[in-house]
T-cell receptor, first 116, second 114 residues
C-alpha cells in the first residue's frame, strides 16, 4: 500500500522567511502528486499538482514544488511567506490509474503559522 | 462552474443512532465521487469511491456504507454509529478517465458521536 509522510507537523515562521515543507511517498509505480491547502474556515483547495513533464511545478500564491523521482519526494516551497499563508498543508498521492478512478493517499498535514 | 455541497455542516449523534450524510455536485456530468474521513490527529483517509450510479468501491472495512442513487449524488450512511465514527467527513469529485485527474473537495461535515 502506498503511504505519504510529511516531515513537519507544526511549523512557525516569521513573515518574509523562506518555506520548505517536506513530503515523501512510498510507491514504485507512476504517481500523480498534489499539495492541498486548507485556510482557516475554508474548504480544502488545490495548491498545485504534478502529473508529468517538468518536475518543477508552480501553483497559486507563489508556491512551487519539485518532484524528485529518485528520492520519492515532492517538497513544497515558497521564497517569502506572508501572514495569509497560515493554514494546514496536505501532500497527497494517487496512482496513475490509466483511466479509472483512484483515491488520494494523504499525509497527516503540516500546520503552518506565520507570525507578523 | 462546478460546485460541491455537503450537508449537514455539523452533526452530533448518540452512539447506536443511524447516519446519513449527503453530497451533491453541480455543473458536471458523470463525475467520480469520493468520501474521505479525517479523524483527530490523522490525515484524510479514503473511505469509498464511485465511478457511476450504483457503483461503489470500499477502501476500508468499517461501520459505514455509501450509495450513489443519482449521477451527482453520493450518500454516506451507517445503521448504528460508533464512537470511533467521529471525525470530519469530506466529499470530493473528479472528472476525466485519463488517469490524471484532480479531486475537488466539499466543505465537509463534522460528526461527533457521543
Amino acid at each position: 500500500a502506498q503511504s505519504v509522510s510529511q516531515h513537519n507537523h507544526h511549523v512557525i515562521l516569521s513573515e518574509a522567511a523562506s518555506l520548505e515543507l517536506g513530503c515523501n511517498y512510498s510507491y514504485g509505480g507512476t504517481v500523480n502528486l498534489f499539495w492541498y491547502v486548507q485556510y482557516p474556515g475554508q474548504h480544502l483547495q488545490l495548491l498545485l499538482k504534478y502529473f508529468s513533464g517538468d518536475p518543477l511545478v508552480k501553483g497559486i500564491k507563489g508556491f512551487e514544488a519539485e518532484f524528485i523521482k529518485s528520492k520519492f519526494s515532492f517538497n513544497l516551497r515558497k521564497p517569502s511567506v506572508q501572514w495569509s499563508d497560515t493554514a494546514e498543508y496536505f501532500c497527497a498521492v494517487n496512482r496513475y490509474s490509466g483511466g479509472g478512478a483512484d483515491g488520494l493517499t494523504f499525509g497527516k498535514g503540516t500546520h503552518l503559522i506565520i507570525q507578523p | 462552474s462546478q460546485t460541491i455541497h455537503q450537508w449537514p455542516a455539523t452533526l452530533v449523534q448518540p452512539v447506536g443512532s443511524p447516519l446519513s450524510l449527503e453530497c451533491t455536485v453541480e455543473g458536471t456530468s458523470n463525475p467520480n465521487l469520493y468520501w474521505y474521513r479525517q479523524a483527530a490527529g490523522r490525515g484524510l483517509q479514503l473511505l469509498f469511491y464511485s465511478v457511476g450510479i450504483g457503483q461503489i468501491s470500499s477502501e476500508v472495512p468499517q461501520n459505514l456504507s455509501a450509495s450513489r442513487p443519482q449521477d451527482r449524488q453520493f450518500i454516506l450512511s451507517s445503521k448504528k454509529l460508533l464512537l470511533s465514527d467521529s471525525g470530519f467527513y469530506l466529499c470530493a469529485w473528479s472528472v476525466g478517465g485519463s488517469g490524471q485527474e484532480t479531486q475537488y473537495f466539499g466543505p465537509g461535515t463534522r460528526l461527533l458521536v457521543l
